[in-house]
T-cell receptor
Framework: QKEVEQDPGPLSVPEGAIVSLNCTYSNSAFQYFMWYRQYSRKGPELLMYTYSSGNKEDGRFTAQVDKSSKYISLFIRDSQPSDSATYLCASLPSSNTGKLIFGQGTTLQVKP | NAGVMQNPRHLVRRRGQEARLRCSPMKGHSHVYWYRQLPEEGLKFMVYLQKENIIDESGMPKERFSAEFPKEGPSILRIQQVVRGDSAAYFC?????????????FGQGTRLTVV
């Protein structure tokens, strides 16, 4: 079993839709949870990170962590064609390790 | 403030040759991480370095791969005697002192093709 699981998609939505991207993780020691966006043939770009359970909002993006169910979510409101990319979730066991554990990534296409 | 710089962007090597990938972290960053991304797969951690020290190399293959981050100059990921299975995108990330990976910024990657 992979430590972080993510449905690879692809996920296709019309412009303006609310997008829900999800991951599950298996290691209850994970404390930090990140979402990265990766455009084709580019490096990953950090969107946001959360510590432990709860929600975090940044503009059109909301990250949500439910540690009881080991579930990580990213919501994108009013999706735009420019949001078309691969979205990677990642986890860190603690703040003093450099080893990010990534999911496989979900490919999102937002159609105009 | 320039981002994380990786070079070359594309590298072609014949089987058995050596590949050298370079990474210059962002200004003021003292932590460097290397990840590998195989086609249709997520990023896999390889190694975490600070200046002149390897902190965690648990993701590095036992043979042919090595990494360094000298006091002066870029971090280097070296792959000796490359094989076709080494073909992948290699990403470097860096973070400031005290934050470890929660604020890591990635470079654009080096795409290695072994022919």
């Amino acid at each position: 079993q992979k430590e972080v699981e993510q449905d690879p998609g692809p996920l296709s939505v019309p412009e303006g839709a609310i997008v829900s991207l999800n991951c599950t993780y298996s290691n209850s020691a994970f404390q930090y949870f990140m979402w990265y966006r990766q455009y084709s043939r580019k490096g990953p770009e950090l969107l946001m990170y959360t510590y432990s359970s709860g929600n975090k909002e940044d503009g059109r993006f909301t990250a949500q962590v439910d540690k009881s169910s080991k579930y990580i979510s990213l919501f994108i409101r009013d999706s735009q064609p420019s949001d078309s990319a691969t979205y990677l979730c990642a986890s860190l066991p603690s703040s003093n390790t450099g080893k990010l554990i990534f999911g496989q990534g979900t490919t999102l296409q937002v159609k105009p | 403030n320039a981002g994380v710089m990786q070079n070359p962007r594309h590298l072609v090597r014949r089987r058995g040759q050596e590949a050298r990938l370079r990474c210059s972290p962002m200004k003021g960053h003292s932590h460097v991480y290397w990840y590998r991304q195989l086609p249709e797969e997520g990023l896999k951690f390889m190694v975490y370095l600070q200046k002149e020290n390897i902190i965690d190399e648990s993701g590095m293959p036992k043979e042919r791969f090595s990494a360094e981050f000298p006091k002066e100059g870029p971090s280097i990921l070296r792959i000796q005697q490359v094989v076709r299975g080494d073909s992948a995108a290699y990403f470097c990330a860096s973070s400031p002192p005290g934050t470890v990976n929660t604020e890591a910024f990635f470079g654009q990657g080096t795409r290695l093709t072994v022919v």
